[in-house]
């Protein structure tokens, strides 16, 4: 037999595999099992179309791959030319973040040091302000904090969406129908606040952004030594293009808080007593053991509801003062 005769075949694409195809695929099944992962445990099983992972060498674009979150570990599984690897890593030192264009990355160690499991694939769409990143942010930090169940996250980022995944607390059990349904309420709203409170946060970094890029579009000197005319234009344009961004996450802000205004309407309806609204909320809640994290939640939160940040710059800080300083003076 010649010097290369034990090497194994080269691999099939996968690239058309979906997720139950590749974990019931023998060279897939046994590598993960050979890495201590067992599916049906995980928190998190995720198809991803075309991840880059680094371990601290030249990253690699595995297409597809699937990720794992299982207890303390995250995993990554992906074809090689020749077998399946599995990279494991404790999620202790795992650090979710987004890039200065927005996708996601999670990193175990120094950004220089390229150990991570970065997300900037086009096809996965995972980037904060998109549904599909909004949905896989929420669902890592949740299994960072170890709030997920086994099984709970499975597919892909658009099944997230389609699914409409979310992390709740669980609702006390009540005897008297009604209440059932005012605390379910109450947990809707919470997460349609989140969510509005999500995208507010999203805005208010790219308009301050904006700010930032105009600043320097319009300033001379900078530490002291004059600004060429091309860096300026440079930022100038920077700040064309960040402004538009912020007008399509603005409406993506209103969709929200319409969305969050209807079902807050919706609890007030189910709800009894003649008090103002925030006190009406806070005094059922706190009687019927409702989460306190999410009672505060919902009353910080609340401010927000009834604003409208408009479709532009000037109308997102102007909107932006006025929540703020009736919140001050303690209205709404």
Known sequence: MGLFGNKKPKLPSYAGAGLDALLQDPEWAYAISQAGIDAKRCEIVLRLADPTVGTGGVPE????AILFGQGNTLALAFPAEREIRVIKRDKSRAQLQTQRSGWFQILFGPANSLDGFMFWGSQDNLKLGTPEGDKFGSAMSAFLKGQLKPQQVVGTPQALVSAGFS??????????????????????????????????SQCFEKAEAVEKAYGMANTAYVNGVRQHELSQASFRGLGVRSERELEGMLAGLREATVAAQNQWR??????????????????????????SEVVGSLLGNSMFVHADFGLTRDS????????????QSGGQ
């Open 266 to 291: 919706d609890l007030l309806f189910l709800l009894p007593g003649t008090e103002h609204d925030i006190m009406r909320v806070s005094t059922w809640c706190l009687s019927h053991g409702i989460d």
């Open 167 to 200: 992390v709740a607390p669980p609702v006390p059990a009540f005897e008297d129908p009604e209440d059932a349904l005012r605390a379910k309420m109450v947990y809707s709203v919470h997460g349609a606040l989140e969510e509005m409170m999500n995208r507010y």
């Open 316 to 327: 997102f800080w102007a909107e932006n003062e006025r929540v703020i300083a009736a919140a």
């Open 61 to 64: 674009n595995p297409s597809p």
